[in-house]
């Protein structure tokens, strides 16, 4: 197969490539048999330069492109400025604090969730309540950075989940960089150096003293500029919970340049394929499961957390060995998932020993696996990743998203409390 895959890769573009040809069984299917996926991010380090605001008001003003469908839109057309200010702001770095107010602000989309704000055409009353818009992250991380070959650090992000809807990831990264970014947050210098552990013991207190003054100002979140004053549509953790309730908020969309389908996960039809094949199974759809540094494959569906087992009833049918969520609540479930008391007795009879032929066929394989991972790992880090960092070179589509989400969008607006922004609650 290996020279199948050579001869196929011949004849395609260096930014499209074959990595491996795996026997499945008849009935496979990549897009409904697996478990989970997960997607790049990668996101310019300079976005969170906090001059850059300012800096971006300097450009020329950006010429009226008219559209298809009679829209308009702003472009920036003068490819020199944007260039000019590029290059003043491909040394910058982000701060130990801004990288962990980001990380924070991803982790907040870890579980199960109504996303109806996160997509189109469900951000409408019903939509929360819409169960085809609640998805399940199980990851949401900063991996190292990367430096391009013009001295640029790009911000690495990974999230992994069951499934996602339409535009959601690019929402979910436009929404966590406004917070680490401190977007609408008075001063916009009120929320860049302040710590996570800080920030929520600050909230916290906040919350508390609102509470007890019988003010309206929690619905939304203590949203507060470095002075103290309350700042309603200040983009905070908050404001990230908010977006989950049964309320209208929007949101803006980060560039498609960022954004790449990172890995597929087949743990079910794996474990599917082992029991019914024995030793005489196929390779294993696994390419990631040496990576110790990016290995998802302990996060089985089935393994949440307290929290999350509220939400998702997970059963697993061991004569398919087949995963189903449920989404439910606790007066459906009764509360936790019942666990048994006592270790089920194990019945089957025991393996019979793997002939030597099993034995050198299974290691065969297992290197076959390794040597796909190894392509897939530099296909993805010197290919697609060289890539981006190369075309936001010479197309700036994070500068362009970013003079127009200043100039267009007002946190102020978008991000402001929920009072007279509340769907009708379903009957």
Known sequence: ?????????????????????????????????????????MIPSYIFHPDLPQLLQTLSPPDLVYKSDSQTENVLKNTQQISELQKQLKSYRATPAQLALLQSALHEFVGTHAFHNYTSKKAVPGGYSDMSAKRYILKFDIADPIISANGTEWIVTRVTGQSFLL??????????MDVARGAGCGDKGGKKDETPEAGAGKMEEEKTADTENGSKSDACGPNNDSNGNYDDGCATLQTMKDSFANRFMKINIAPAQGLFLDMSYFDGYNRKNEKL????????????????????????????????????????DDTKTDIVITSTNNEQTGGDVEKPTTAPENKEKPLKPSSPYSVAKQKAKKEMNEASRKRWKAFRDEKIAQHIMKEEETEFHFLKYMHHHEAHFDPKVNYASMENKLFVLDS
């Open 1 to 41: 197969m290996d020279d199948v895959r050579t001869n196929l890769n011949a004849h395609l573009p260096d930014d499209i490539a074959i990595l491996d040809i795996v026997k499945t069984t008849r009935s496979f299917s990549a897009k409904t048999f697996r478990d989970k996926v997960r997607y790049t991010y």
């Open 167 to 176: 535009n959601q990831i690019r929402k979910m990264v436009s929404m966590a």
């Open 277 to 316: 094949s024995g030793d005489n199974h196929n390779a294993l759809l696994e390419w990631a499961h040496q990576e110790t540094d990016d290995d998802d494959n302990n996060d089985h569906v089935g393994s949440k957390d307290d929290d999350a087992m509220e939400e998702e009833k997970v059963t697993i």
